[in-house]
């Protein structure tokens, strides 16, 4: 960890000095969606490792739930003392969804971009949602009702209405475990039109899944 006396001019160079010595943070947890399962670093667990190690070197995370080009999304970014900022938006699904909903999908947002902008992977890999399969046997019917083309913020509109309009069968935490697992990883910054319509297309199929067996 860097010196806390020690001053970085840029952001950049702050993140080089944390990146010198990253913090080791170990999967303390275990999740069951029913069809998969995972093991993850809680952010009880991240947040005053990192936090220590991110004001070691003048740089602060901040993360809001906000409303930008009609999508609802947690707003997270590394903020440096000199004023440089780095971040991006992470959907959230529908902004009237559940206050619970919500709420889950808020607390996964913020540790999941706090790792990604800190490039940290807690012991192992952080695996959420990688040990979940996409179901190849989706119907016609499924795969028919995802947007065949669209912006990428429409399709992250209509990835919000169909958590919000599945009665349940899905929350955003299975929508970025899916979307986690069809992008490699990529933050949700990332997250291309490309991508979301194969996400969806995962979803619905998801949905039908679950809705059949139950």
Avoid: C
Wanted: proline residues 5%; aromatic residues 6%; charged residues 20%.
């Amino acid at each position: 960890m860097a010196s806390a006396t020690k001053k970085y001019a840029t952001l950049a160079e702050a993140m080089v000095a944390f990146q010198t010595n990253i913090p080791v943070i170990v999967k303390d947890s275990r999740a069951d969606t029913g069809k998969y399962g995972y093991e993850y670093a809680s952010l009880p667990v991240i947040t005053p490792i990192l936090f220590a190690a991110l004001t070691d070197v003048g740089v602060a995370y901040v993360a809001q739930p906000t409303m930008e080009d009609g999508v609802f999304g947690l707003r997270a970014e590394l903020i440096h003392e000199s004023g440089e900022r780095i971040g991006g938006l992470y959907p959230l699904g529908s902004p009237t969804a559940p206050a619970q909903s919500i709420g889950s999908a808020i607390t996964y947002a913020r540790r999941y971009a706090l790792l990604s902008l800190t490039g940290v992977s807690p012991e192992g890999g952080d695996d959420d949602g990688a040990s979940a399969s996409q179901n190849t046997g989706a119907t016609a019917a499924a795969v028919a009702s995802v947007a065949k083309a669209g912006s990428a913020s429409d399709l992250r509109k209509q990835m919000g209405d169909l958590i919000n309009t599945s009665g349940g069968a899905i929350t955003g935490e299975d929508a970025n475990a899916v979307m986690a697992e069809v992008s490699g990883g990529k933050p949700a910054a990332e997250w291309t039109a490309p991508y979301l319509k194969e996400g969806l297309t995962a979803l619905q199929a998801l949905i039908t899944e679950r809705k059949a067996a139950a």
